[in-house]
């Protein structure tokens, strides 16, 4: 139902602070799709970077691979290990050459170290306004937590957290300066 949500809020919080529930409850959604969008944006970087790696080494079916390796990416962790797999394998059934695996593995490895350390936590803080040294804590405490789901849901979780305490420091500190 259209603005059900807002109608569940308006009904169980106090009209005191409805707007303020209201307003955070708008921020966080913005936070989780643009969560979702950085991730979109990750995947499509690991995609085309691996595309231009499987062209330069000359493997076959390069752009199905790089399409395959950039929706994988979607899933952290266990994305890339399961691309990696079916890399080692095709490149295996289709060259048979071990040095094309090992190259492969070393350029792809190298793609995923700068989305994961680089771009990832970037693309957070452009977009979803959260601190990147912030993000790498929300991913490891996640996961160590929550293990598989705990990596894919501890960002946008945590941009609502984040929010919530932005938002009452700020009242906190509106109140103090009163």
Do not use: H
């Not at 921020?27 to 989780?32: D, H, P, T, V």
């Not at 994305?79 to 490149?91: C, D, H, K, S, V």
């Not at 306004?129 to 849901?153: H, K, N, R, Y």
């Amino acid at each position: 139902e259209e603005e059900g949500l807002e109608r569940v809020i308006r009904i169980l919080t106090p009209k005191k602070y409805e707007a303020m529930v209201l307003s955070i409850l708008e921020r966080s959604e913005k936070k989780i799709a643009g969560w979702f969008g950085a991730r979109l944006l990750a995947c499509v970087f690991v995609g085309v970077a691996s595309f231009i790696i499987f062209y330069i080494f000359g493997i076959k079916y390069a752009f199905l691979l790089a399409l395959i390796s950039g929706i994988l990416n979607f899933i952290p962790y266990i994305g890339p290990w399961i691309t990696t797999a079916l890399l080692i394998i095709f490149i295996l059934v289709s060259s048979g050459s071990w040095s094309a695996v090992l190259y492969v593995l070393i350029a792809v490895t190298v793609i995923q170290e700068i989305e994961n350390k680089l771009l990832t936590p970037l693309l957070m803080k452009k977009i979803i306004d959260v601190p990147p040294v912030l993000v790498l804590i929300a991913l490891l405490v996640g996961s160590q937590i929550f293990g598989f789901l705990g990596t894919i849901f501890a960002v946008p979780v945590f941009g609502i957290i984040y929010e919530f305490v932005k938002e009452l420091l700020e009242k906190r500190k509106d109140e103090d300066l009163s």
